[in-house]
């Protein structure tokens, strides 16, 4: 069919669809027009193809020009086939579109197994259009504003402390660490997850530190991608494991213990994280907008769980009620997980074809609070209690860490700068942190910090600081 005649009614179609972003390629097997008969065996023939875009019951397919065929039989990406046709897919039931100036056909898919497969597609697409966009683009907050600014070691003129007095050991969750910093869960993506999660454990055994894993929903409901978490028995030294899920997930789970249960037996973790992500949600074209009873479940957890439950804000940072609630119902460590890194709803606003998400990705691109100041207050509640603090959001440096330990983080959480460390080679993540290590050290020396506990003495407003009439 030439472009010309293609409606422009129906390019209203194109407004339904979701997760446009970087085309996913695919192999199509496809029944050549000449042959009178469906059977695989007969009359069929391979083409390279790509999805561009996707719904929960529709694709957008960019089909090999000039391809005479009648069916799409099977379609396959990373040497994997999904059955997602009950039967094979007519190309005289698409429904051609012109998209990007190009022309390419859409079609609605029907019947319960072949919807669940196109969700495995679709969340096989988000992941690896997040690992993309979080390598190529920036997507930090704009102003990169952390609130640490407002923050100063004051130095030490004259330190009774040699190099090798200095101690960096930390506590966190009951357990002794080498270094005060946890590699943070992220999104792995399918095709480089495994990768991106070993070279990560591998620097985490070196250095002694807990090492967090990406949302464990996909290996949960498909078992086969459960591999891209198996870390566990790649290394002799001990890593500590902090498995991952949505509170959205558990909200919508018949049974949330038992989901919690079986993520934390996946990976054999000794933690459980729970990300908290209201604006990336809300922002999302396919996010969830439930988020009533959110405390009762945590509180379950936190009580039957068969490891420490944490709670996690992922660039938004984490209010004062709010932490005093995750207090009260139990849960033993919190990652306020401030403005000033990532912004996830700026990601969904990138990965989406509808200017009504772009444009609310760009509107709270800098929205939460910077994560000083949800540190800060976050500290003043828990007090002493031995509840564990986590800092993270757009720490990217010794000097930022050592600010936050002095504000009374127990660990310094780093994400993207270890996510792009890890697409480099095995080496790089590891190099990454003994180098944020060295600073670390430095800064310990340079205010008379022999041990990671005497930071907090340093840590002094810039403006009370200098306000010489005080």
């Known amino acids: 069919m030439k472009k010309s005649g293609i409606?422009?009614?129906?390019?209203?179609?194109?407004?339904?669809?979701?997760?446009?972003?970087?085309?996913?390629?695919?192999?199509?097997?496809?029944?050549?027009?000449?042959?009178?008969?469906?059977?695989?065996?007969?009359?069929?023939?391979?083409?390279?193809?790509?999805?561009?875009?996707?719904?929960?019951?529709?694709?957008?397919?960019?089909?090999?020009?000039?391809?005479?065929?009648?069916?799409?039989?099977?379609?396959?990406?990373?040497?994997?086939?999904?059955?997602?046709?009950?039967?094979?897919?007519?190309?005289?039931?698409?429904?051609?579109?012109?998209?990007?100036?190009?022309?390419?056909?859409?079609?609605?898919?029907?019947?319960?197994?072949?919807?669940?497969?196109?969700?495995?597609?679709?969340?096989?697409?988000?992941?690896?259009?997040?690992?993309?966009?979080?390598?190529?683009?920036?997507?930090?907050?704009?102003?990169?504003?952390?609130?640490?600014?407002?923050?100063?070691?004051?130095?030490?003129?004259?330190?009774?402390?040699?190099?090798?007095?200095?101690?960096?050991?930390?506590?966190?969750?009951g357990e002794n660490f080498s270094l005060p910093f946890l590699i943070t869960g992220m999104t792995g993506g399918v095709e480089n997850g495994e990768m991106i999660n070993r070279r990560l454990a591998y620097a985490a055994t070196k250095l002694n530190i807990p090492m967090g894993v990406g949302s464990q929903r996909?290996?949960?409901?498909?078992?086969?991608?459960?591999?891209?978490?198996?870390?566990?028995?790649?290394?002799?030294?001990?890593?500590?494991?902090?498995?991952?899920?949505?509170?959205?997930?558990?909200?919508?789970?018949?049974?949330?213990?038992?989901?919690?249960?079986?993520?934390?037996?996946?990976?054999?973790?000794?933690?459980?994280?729970?990300?908290?992500?209201?604006?990336?949600?809300?922002?999302?074209?396919?996010?969830?907008?439930?988020?009533?009873?959110?405390?009762?479940?945590?509180?379950?957890?936190?009580?039957?769980?068969?490891?420490?439950?944490?709670v996690k804000e992922v660039g938004s940072g984490l209010d004062q009620s709010t932490v005093l609630r995750l207090i009260c119902v139990g849960v033993k460590g919190i990652d306020v997980g401030g403005r000033g890194g990532t912004s996830w709803p700026f990601i969904e606003g990138k990965r989406s074809a509808l200017p009504l998400n772009q444009n609310l990705g760009s509107l709270f691109r800098d929205w939460g609070i910077p994560t000083a100041y949800s540190l800060a207050k976050s500290k003043k509640i828990i007090g002493s209690s031995d509840v564990s603090l986590i800092a993270t959001g757009g720490i990217r440096s010794g000097l930022m860490a050592a600010l936050a330990l002095g504000l009374?983080?127990?660990?310094?959480?780093?994400?993207?700068?270890?996510?792009?460390?890890?697409?480099?080679d095995d080496e790089e993540p590891l190099n990454f942190l003994k180098e944020m290590a060295h600073q670390l050290k430095i800064v310990q020396l340079a205010t008379g910090a022999g041990k990671i506990s005497d930071l907090p003495l340093s840590v002094v407003r810039k403006k009370h600081f200098f306000d010489l009439s005080e």
Not at 45 to 55: D, R, W
Not at 289 to 299: N, Q, S
Not at 415 to 424: C, D, H, N, R, V
């Open 7 to 173: 409606k422009k009614t129906q390019q209203a179609l194109l407004a339904n669809l979701i997760n446009i972003g970087p085309p996913l390629a695919v192999s199509l097997e496809m029944l050549k027009a000449k042959s009178p008969q469906v059977p695989r065996s007969k009359g069929s023939g391979l083409h390279n193809g790509e999805i561009l875009a996707l719904s929960p019951d529709q694709l957008l397919i960019d089909l090999p020009e000039g391809s005479e065929t009648t069916a799409i039989l099977k379609m396959s990406f990373q040497n994997k086939t999904l059955e997602l046709f009950q039967k094979p897919l007519s190309i005289k039931g698409l429904i051609p579109v012109i998209f990007k100036d190009k022309l390419c056909y859409l079609s609605h898919i029907k019947g319960e197994n072949s919807q669940a497969a196109l969700k495995e597609i679709a969340t096989y697409y988000r992941k690896n259009q997040h690992i993309a966009i979080c390598a190529q683009d920036d997507i930090e907050d704009s102003q990169r504003f952390t609130g640490f600014s407002d923050f100063m070691l004051v130095p030490k003129s004259l330190p009774e402390l040699d190099w090798e007095d200095l101690t960096t050991q930390s506590s966190f969750l």
């Open 408 to 424: 009374g983080a127990n660990m310094v959480g780093i994400g993207l700068p270890l996510l792009k460390a890890a697409l480099i």
């Open 218 to 310: 996909l290996a949960l409901e498909s078992p086969k991608y459960r591999g891209i978490f198996k870390l566990k028995h790649l290394f002799k030294e001990k890593l500590f494991l902090i498995g991952n899920l949505g509170i959205s997930q558990l909200l919508a789970s018949a049974d949330p213990l038992s989901l919690a249960q079986r993520a934390v037996e996946m990976i054999e973790a000794d933690a459980l994280a729970i990300h908290v992500n209201i604006m990336q949600e809300l922002v999302q074209v396919e996010g969830d907008f439930k988020f009533k009873g959110a405390y009762k479940v945590l509180e379950e957890l936190a009580k039957k769980l068969s490891c420490p439950l944490v």
